[in-house]
């Protein structure tokens, strides 16, 4: 069921604090959060393990209270969870007796709406990422990359308002991964929901989002909001990124060479210039020849080690 917002944000979180009571212990997982998420806004939220990030997303929306601070979902403050919302998990969780288009109309018979009206959606769906004639396949017979997009259609298929991706593609590999967020951007373009998107991979968050939040290690807080648009910015908005987020910044010569703007893509031009928007080809490319890159780094520093062993 859409929602009217009144030209404020459609999700506002003021003074945003939560924590868990571990073995006796108080464990402090978000302090004083506070931002808004516009309607039909990306916004990536990266940090590293244990930040608390998954816990701010659940509390957005209202599937875990906030111990302190207000949560308002289009200026109506929130006390139970907001029910048009669509989730992806970090795994699947599809039920293995259930075929593909069961597991994503589990979704609607969990709300209580007619499965026959939804039918048709979900196969357009399944086709829409590359699952067409998998129907009637049953889990085990699916690759991870297979099952999350399942997992992603079961998301989308009563339209939510709302959609939250917690690190959904981080245990695919790094060619299922790349798939995938191209994937969800071209879905995500066509329809503009307003979209959460929890990641610790910089350049996953670089290449889906319109916004990306900061967060510091726990407890987690804000340590900077980021405004992604590499149309205008090119190189230097990447370089932002990197540098608000120092406890991840790669330490692999190729990363460093990348970071200073001298990386190239396949192609032999720099990251950066006019045709680096969103879902560009050439900002793929650069993001898939840096990994690689950082990736052969780290072999030639382990041979170079073992060698110095060996003498």
């Known amino acids: 069921m859409p929602v009217s917002t009144t030209g404020g944000p459609l999700i506002e979180l003021q003074s945003v604090s939560k924590a868990f009571q571990v073995g006796g212990e108080t464990v402090h997982a978000l302090r004083n959060v506070s931002f808004g998420i516009d309607k039909g ?41 907001f029910t048009d919302t669509g989730i992806v998990f970090q795994t699947p969780e599809l039920l293995e007796w259930r075929t593909a288009v069961e597991n994503i109309l589990l979704q609607i018979e969990v709300r209580r709406l007619p499965v026959r009206d939804f039918a048709a959606r979900a196969r357009a769906l399944l086709a829409q990422v590359g699952l067409c004639g998998f129907e009637s396949k049953f889990p085990f017979e699916l690759s991870g990359g297979m099952k999350q997009r399942v997992a992603l259609c079961r998301a989308l298929v009563h339209d939510p308002e709302i959609l939250l991706m917690d690190e959904p593609f981080g245990a695919l590999d790094a060619l299922t991964r790349d798939q995938m967020n191209l994937d969800l951007q071209r879905i995500w373009l066509e329809k503009r929901k ?43 908005g990447v370089q932002r990124v990197y540098r608000a987020y120092p406890q991840v910044l790669p330490g692999p010569r190729s990363a460093q060479r990348w970071l200073k703007g001298r990386h190239r893509s396949s192609r032999g031009g720099r990251l950066g210039g006019r045709c680096m928007g969103p879902g560009s080809p050439r900002l793929y490319r650069s993001c898939v020849v840096w ?21």
């Not at 990536?44 to 599937?63: D, H, Q, R």
């Open 41 to 81: 806004e990306f916004v990536s939220i990266l940090g590293p393990s244990g930040c608390g990030k998954t816990t701010l997303m659940m509390v957005m929306v209202g599937l875990t209270p906030a111990g302190a601070g207000e949560v308002r979902i289009a200026g109506q403050r929130i006390g139970a969870p």
């Open 194 to 236: 307003t979209a959460v998107f929890v990641t610790h991979s910089i350049e996953e968050a670089v290449f889906l989002s319109d916004r990306i939040v900061v967060m510091t290690p726990r407890p987690g807080s804000i340590a900077e909001t980021i405004m992604i648009d590499l149309r205008a910015q090119g190189q230097a």
């Open 291 to 311: 990994r690689s890159g950082k990736r052969r780094s780290a072999i030639s520093r382990r041979r170079s080690i073992s060698s110095q062993r060996r003498v």
